[in-house]
């Protein structure tokens, strides 16, 4: 990216859920949405206590315009379900919120992980989601979502099955009481087919954590 905007002058100043949404499908605050069909809003309540970040919509979820719809998403939604968290109370949304593509040939559409520019242009969508927000905790799904909180020296492998503080650095209006990171779900879709098994396992583990640290700050 060669000028350094960002997506400030198209966030709305004083946003409900209903304007960033409208607001967000103008955005030209980095170059990739003019290779992308629409831009993916985040999808659940304004009200949940789980946060899920994940990077950047993928093929399906550009095409389709709601974040994990994709394989990808096939795993997360069974990997919380089957890790015992409440689907109904969850906001999930990416770091990102345009497709970032390669041709592959033909129609095929190869993901590219957006760079760190993409994702400094991008964040004050999720600031103007944080701002409305009030999760009581946040997962982070792989090393994207982990870079754009804790900076680029963040590594998903090692800082990932941990409850950690919202970072300092990234102050919002009601931070999360404790962020997880884990595996993003495609990690366990590329693995190769003998580690498949073991990966998905370690997926529900540290969302089984959520849940229950979730559980653990039931008022009820
Ligand atoms: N991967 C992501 O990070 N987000 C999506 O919405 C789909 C795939
Ligand atoms: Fe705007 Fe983000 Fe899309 Fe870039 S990726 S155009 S900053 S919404």
């Known amino acids: 990216m060669t000028d350094r905007t960002d ?70 939604v069974d990997a919380l379900d089957e890790a015992g968290v409440d689907r109904s109370d969850v906001y999930v949304t990416n770091t990102v919120k345009h497709f970032r593509w390669r041709s592959g040939g033909g129609k095929r559409r190869i993901h590219q992980s957006p760079g760190r520019a993409h994702v400094e242009a991008c964040r004050p969508w999720l600031d103007a989601e944080l ?41 919002v209006a009601h931070p999360p009481a404790w962020v997880l990171a884990t595996l993003h779900p495609s990690a366990v879709l590329r693995a190769d087919p003998a580690d498949r098994q073991d990966l998905y396992a370690g997926l529900v583990a540290d969302l089984r954590l959520a849940a229950t640290t979730l559980k653990d700050a039931d008022p009820s």
């Open 131 to 171: 701002s409305l927000l009030r999760p009581v905790g946040a997962v982070l799904l792989g090393g994207t979502a982990g870079k754009a909180l804790y900076g680029s020296t963040f590594r998903v492998g090692e800082a990932r099955s941990v409850l950690r503080d919202w970072p300092e650095k990234y102050p």
């Open 7 to 76: 997506a400030r002058p198209w966030v709305p100043a004083d946003p409900t859920p209903d304007s960033l949404r409208e607001a967000l499908q103008g955005c030209r605050g980095c170059e990739l949405h003019a290779d992308a069909t629409q831009a993916v809003p985040g999808r659940g309540t304004f009200d949940a206590r789980l946060l899920l970040l994940g990077e950047q919509p993928g093929d399906q979820e550009d095409r389709q315009g709601a974040p994990f719809v994709g394989p990808a998403g096939r795993v997360l």
